[in-house]
């Protein structure tokens, strides 16, 4: 019985600094490697990778690939979100590396899902009529097959769904970090609100629609939701008989492998004090009769929340990975 590693993480950016900047990229990808090695992985979905820049060619994943270097993980197939062209987005790639070969790949943006449509009360001007909504990150859709581990076709969907950091509105902010005024900041709120919405409905109809052409889909959704088991977005993302009220759908639900991690691990940030499980691992029913059982790899997490919690004093992600085990 072969078995299946698979992770979730998000590195929290692997940003380029200036050559005087403390810690630089070098030391923060050494800080990070043993990470990676205990991951022990398979294929891991990435979160929030920077490109870097090369002299004469488009940006490409430099610091990722130093990262894996040297782990079980070097020399591994990297699938990532992109712009149009050849280059990596600047900012924020979703990224799929995996020893299994991929069978088809695509990203997805409002594909599914038309930009919501909404007037901003709150703009200076006032919107005089509505204005598209449009997410900032698309979702990443990647088929591998695991033959070599008796798998078959595997579907990896890899999410970072919007923060829940207030969308800027025009003529409402004094600087980066002050509102002009109360409803304008719950105005921005409900606005990211609208975008993690709408990446989730994105997710669901992404998932229904692998199931329509398979009902017997194995189907990982992975990544950074931004939001707890129990909020909207996850619920809609995980289609559960107790929502839906429909017994028909048991076979379309999704399950967070975390479940079966002890309640006082199961977090993968802190905010204010408090552990939060933002970052999850959601799979079709059909693969519970293979899963052996999962991992967050908490330990060193600090509160970047808290005050004068800088990347300068914590280089390190301030996300935990997930990692889930299964046995074919």
Same mark, same amino acid.
């Given at each position: ?12 950016n692997l940003d380029e600094t200036a050559p ?13 490697? %043993? ?61 799929v590396v995996s020893h299994h070969p991929v ?18 009360l709150t703009a200076v001007p006032a919107d ?38 207030? +969308? ?20 921005? +709120? ?42 909207? %977005? ?49 799979? +079709? ?44």
């Open positions: 019985m072969a078995e299946f590693r698979i992770a979730t993480f998000n590195v929290e005087d900047e403390r810690p630089s990229l070098a030391e923060r990808v050494a800080l990070m490697k %043993p990470q990676i090695v205990r991951l022990r992985a398979d294929v891991v979905c990435f979160q929030e990778v920077h490109g870097q820049e090369r002299p004469g060619k488009p940006r490409a994943l430099l610091a990722l690939a130093e990262l894996l270097a040297g782990t079980d993980l070097a020399g591994a197939s990297m699938t990532s979100s992109r712009p149009d062209g050849d280059a990596v987005y600047n900012e924020r790639n979703l990224v069978l088809a790949h695509r990203q997805l943006r409002n594909d599914l899902v038309a930009r919501p449509r909404y007037a901003r005089a009529a509505p204005v598209e909504i449009g997410v900032e990150r698309p979702i990443l859709h990647v088929e591998l097959d695991l033959a070599q581990v008796g798998g078959g076709r595997l579907h990896v969907v890899n999410v970072h769904l919007k923060s829940k950091i207030p +969308t800027d509105i025009p003529g409402q902010k004094l600087d980066n970090y002050t509102w002009r005024s109360a409803d304008a900041w719950a105005e921005g +709120t409900f606005i990211s609100s609208m975008k993690r919405m709408s990446q989730a409905l994105e997710v669901r109809r992404l998932v229904d629609q692998i199931l329509d052409a398979d009902p017997g889909a194995r189907i990982v959704v992975a990544g950074d939701f931004n939001a707890t088991p129990d909020d909207i %977005p996850v619920l809609a993302i995980r289609g559960n008989v107790e929502d839906t009220g429909n017994p028909d759908l048991v076979n379309r639900v999704l399950v967070p492998v975390e479940h079966t991690v002890p309640a006082s691990s199961r977090y993968t940030l802190f905010h204010q004090g408090h552990g939060e499980m933002l970052d999850h691992m959601l799979v +079709t029913r059909n693969l519970l009769a293979h899963y052996r059982g999962s991992e967050i790899h908490n330990e060193i997490l600090h509160d970047e929340s808290a005050a004068f919690g800088t990347d300068r004093k914590y280089p390190e992600s301030d996300h935990a990975p997930v990692v889930a085990t299964f046995a074919f």
